[in-house]
């Protein structure tokens, strides 16, 4: 991939304008799309609406607020229905059910795992917890997701397949999975990783944290492979304070998850037997209670999304040094957060600057996860893309609220 596909129009027309310019441009075209009296205006607010309120006291009238509890059924029926899957098992967060499904999946100690540079810290740290290591891989500039073209040119490199295991040459450990991840809610080209994966013999986790509501062909991010994982942390799409879910169509692995998951508890009587050892991982009826009043109003959350994501499109089409990024063409996003892609490191620095200053919170790129020092000596790709993204790219304010009416303050005493 060349640089010129991270740039705007006509590669070859070199951006004339000044970064202070454009910045200031973009500014002004923030400005002329979100509500003038709302600011300041944050990167992601949670919309707490609907039912929230009735469902939670629900909780703190009969007492069930812990991790047991009609609630967190009916927020998994609500959240398999919504996704199209048979089963879904929701947990403590997004980090938790990575765990639980990377280690269900079969990671070992000792292992590799494919995973974007270009990611929240949670893929990554998932994989460590396993006692395996991440082998960062690069990312494409349209839909920020894995890259598939880079990626088998890698495994063509550095891999060697052994009846069905695939050997890193280079480390001698074994590659076992491969996490994509759907950055900002932008589906990653699955049917292209899933055909590599297929090939190279590798068991593929979506960590579909941020991309609840988005798809491709119809399919629900998350369904692609045999586990996904969710987030419904207070900045996601939807959110249960803090929360997570699993979602599978397959009966052995759902049960496996739930026994994982539920401190590998092997009875429902009142003697505490457990027949390894297990996680405490399960989400609480009163975060669930929340969840299902956000589940909800998915719909208009969605709705008001794909509408904000619409003006930001619109707004920087013409625009100079910079592009909106949008819903990759393989797939429909859920435009959990919008960003934009400077041509131009210092460009984006002075517009994130400006951006924060008039009180749009405004988010440079994920870092690479490769640049710290936790990962720093880990395996890797070449990660040009992932480098650049990073530099150049910025996250606008995202919420559903952003839509026409203004919000009040949120108060102590509602
Ligand atoms: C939010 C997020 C997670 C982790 O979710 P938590 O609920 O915060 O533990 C994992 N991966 C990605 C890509 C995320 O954005």
């Known amino acids: 991939m060349s640089d010129a596909s991270l740039g705007t129009g006509d590669p070859f027309t070199p951006t004339l304008a000044l970064p202070d310019t454009i910045a200031q441009d973009v500014l002004a075209r923030v400005d002329a799309i979100l509500p003038q009296a709302g600011g300041p205006h944050p990167l992601h607010a949670p919309e707490i609406d609907g039912n929230a309120w009735d469902y939670v006291k629900d909780c703190l009238d009969t007492g069930w607020v812990s991790s047991v509890g009609a ?18 098992i929701a947990t403590i967060n997004g980090t938790a059910a990575l765990h639980a499904a990377l280690l269900t999946a079969g990671v070992k100690s000792g292992d590799e795992v494919l995973v974007p540079s270009f990611t929240f810290v949670a893929t990554a740290n998932a994989i460590s917890y396993c006692g395996a290591s991440p082998n960062f891989v690069d990312c494409e500039a349209t839909g920020l997701g894995i890259d598939p073209i880079a990626l088998e040119e890698y495994l063509d490199r550095i891999g060697e397949v ?33 055909e590599i994966a297929d090939r190279y013999h590798l068991i593929i986790v979506e960590d579909a944290a941020e991309s609840l509501g988005s798809t491709i062909g119809g399919m629900h991010m998350g369904r692609f492979e045999r586990i996904g994982a ?3 942390n207070d900045n996601k799409t939807i959110t249960t304070g803090g929360g997570g879910a ?6 052995l692995l759902a049960r496996r998850l739930r026994h994982l998951t539920t401190t590998a508890r092997v009875n429902d009587g009142a003697d505490l037997v457990h027949d390894m050892i297990g996680y405490n991982y399960r989400l609480p009826n009163i975060n669930a209670a929340l969840g299902c009043a956000q589940l909800e109003t998915l719909d208009q959350k969605l709705a008001a999304k794909r509408d904000l994501a619409a003006r930001y499109r619109e ?11 949008s819903s990759p063409p393989w797939g429909e996003s859920n435009n959990w957060l919008c960003g934009i892609l400077f041509d131009k490191a210092r460009t984006r620095d002075l517009a994130l600057t400006s951006l924060n200053a008039a009180g749009y919170q405004s988010r440079p790129f994920w870092a690479p996860l490769h640049s710290m020092k936790m990962y720093a000596d880990g395996p890797r790709a070449p990660l040009p893309i992932t480098d650049r993204l990073s530099a150049c790219g910025l996250t606008l304010p995202s919420g559903a609220g952003l839509k026409g009416e203004i919000k009040r303050q949120p108060s102590i005493d509602r």
């Open 162 to 194: 052994h009846g069905d295991i695939l050997i890193n040459r280079q480390t001698g450990a074994v590659i076992r999975a491969m996490v994509p991840v759907h950055c900002y809610g932008h589906p990653a080209d699955m049917r292209a990783l899933c």
């Open 315 to 325: 707004t920087f089409a013409d625009a100079d040094g910079v592009r909106y990024v």
């Open 246 to 251: 699993l979602i599978t169509d397959d009966d």
């Open 71 to 88: 609630w967190v059924d009916r927020f998994e029926d609500m959240l398999a229905d919504i996704t199209g899957a048979r089963h879904a």
């Open 230 to 232: 969710f987030s419904f």
